[in-house]
């Protein structure tokens, strides 16, 4: 049996008021997410940003709060905005929910890991394991931690590469920005010079250094013959710098004592072969044989 619409004593005057309503509450639910979004995280930059003035909270602590507050904030207004549309169409979102089953199957199929990043996540923030511009190495990423999330962690490798970990599988954190680092640099020198004065070459080469550059904390000093190669004598040399400066340090001792050695007459040796030819054999042919 067919029910036949009498198209032509439909009410459309009525169906278009209703869906211009409807499409006007829709654009206005959307404005005021967008605004009240914006303001939440304006009134959470003026806030933290207060907190950065106090001595108990270091920065690198106050950002990583900001970020977390910040992702909570649209967790909220994302949940929000989506039961105000429900409502709008007449739908409740407690029943849709129960009826369709959808809290047993979460939690069957994707609320154990849920569950289990935003545990990790608060551990990791509680116990202050990395905070926001951090140099840490979790598993095979390195670098700089950008966000410390509910479920993700963001961290930006030296390359520009950013890495989106999920928390659970943070299981092991190597923070390098926890007090100060060391600088290491090895410095090969021939072994027809001298050692002793090489030492001594290295050593005024470092206190310049260290007098120049205030991020050094301790040293530099050279502590000695690291090892043998096979064309140089291997000289080390150690400093303790502020976080983050050890690289820097470590390209400025370089250079200052490449200049102090070729000041002095000391020779930093590159790899050579020695032939050694044996009477009536021809060079060319011993060269290079297996």
């Given at each position: ?136 190495t979790v598993g095979a990423v390195d670098g700089v931690v950008e966000a410390v999330g509910l479920r993700t ?52 080469a470092c206190d310049l250094v260290a007098s120049q550059n205030p991020v050094v904390v301790e040293g530099p ?70």
């Amino acid at each position: 049996m067919f029910v036949l619409f009498d198209l032509g004593n439909f009410d459309w005057e009525v169906l278009l008021i209703n869906t211009g309503i409807i499409v006007l509450k829709v654009i206005g639910i959307f404005i005021a997410f967008a605004i009240v979004k914006a303001v939440g995280n304006k009134v959470l930059q003026r806030t933290f940003t207060r907190l950065m003035n106090r001595e108990d909270i270091t920065e690198g602590r106050a950002l990583t709060l900001q970020r977390l507050a910040e992702n909570i904030l649209s967790y909220v207004l994302i949940f929000i905005l989506v039961a105000s549309l429900f409502s709008i169409f007449g739908l409740s979102v407690a029943s849709l929910i129960a009826g369709a089953g959808i809290v047993g199957l979460a939690i069957g199929f994707g609320a154990q890991g849920l569950v289990s990043d935003v545990v990790t996540g608060f551990f990791l923030l509680l116990e202050k394991q990395i905070d926001v511009n951090d140099y840490v190495t979790v598993g095979a990423v390195d670098g700089v931690v950008e966000a410390v999330g509910l479920r993700t962690t963001q961290i930006r490798s030296f390359d520009g590469t950013l890495n989106y970990l999920p928390n659970r599988e943070i299981t092991s954190v190597s923070n390098h920005s926890r007090g100060n680092m060391r600088a290491l640099v090895d410095i090969g020198i021939s072994y027809d010079d001298n050692i002793d004065y090489a030492i001594e070459v290295m050593q005024r080469a470092c206190d310049l250094v260290a007098s120049q550059n205030p991020v050094v904390v301790e040293g530099p000093n050279v502590i000695g013959v690291q090892a043998f190669g096979s064309s140089e004598v291997v000289l080390r040399v150690i400093a303790k710098t502020q976080n983050g400066e050890q690289w820097a340090v470590e390209r400025q001792l370089r250079k200052a004592i490449k200049e102090a050695f070729d000041t002095n007459g000391i020779e930093i040796p590159f790899p050579h072969q020695v032939l050694v030819q044996k009477n009536g054999e021809n060079p060319s042919n011993s060269f290079g044989q297996a």
